[in-house]
Nanobody, 122 residues
Framework: HVQLVESGGGSVQAGGSLRLSCAAS????????MAWFRQAPGKEREGVAG???????SYADSVKGRFTISQDNAKRTLYLQLSRLKPEDSAMYYC?????????????????WGRGTQVTVS
């Protein structure tokens, strides 16, 4: 039974930083492709960053150079470092795990989801 639990969200001023964490049950980080998505009210869920089981990373153009995805397999935790935040980054942020991911930006590629953590930038 896979569980993903996000934490670290909050309210920050534009230009600030946050680090999101996603605690994963079991040994999925070494076997699954992982990603962070976000969804703002009235908008579709969008892929923010993805990381393969071999450690290769991908980013949405809107966050490239500002966000960094990483994982610590020993701690069973996925991270997303958010820097130089903008008001348009405000959203609920979700982590996701997928066994076979052909397009990391597509939500349907993922088998498991957390409940999300809210990020608000003013």
């Amino acid at each position: 039974h896979v569980q993903l639990v996000e934490s670290g969200g909050g309210s920050v001023q534009a230009g600030g930083s946050l680090r999101l964490s996603c605690a994963a049950s079991g040994d999925i980080l070494s076997r699954y492709c992982m990603a962070w998505f976000r969804q703002a009210p009235g908008k579709e869920r969008e892929g923010v960053a993805g990381i393969d089981s071999d450690g290769s990373t991908s980013y949405a153009d809107s966050v490239k150079g500002r966000f960094t995805i990483s994982q610590d397999n020993a701690k069973r935790t996925l991270y997303l470092q958010l820097s130089r935040l903008k008001p348009e980054d405000s959203a609920m942020y979700y982590c996701a795990a997928g066994r076979v991911v052909l397009d990391w930006r597509r939500p349907s590629s993922y088998n498991y989801w957390g409940r999300g953590t809210q990020v608000t930038v003013s």
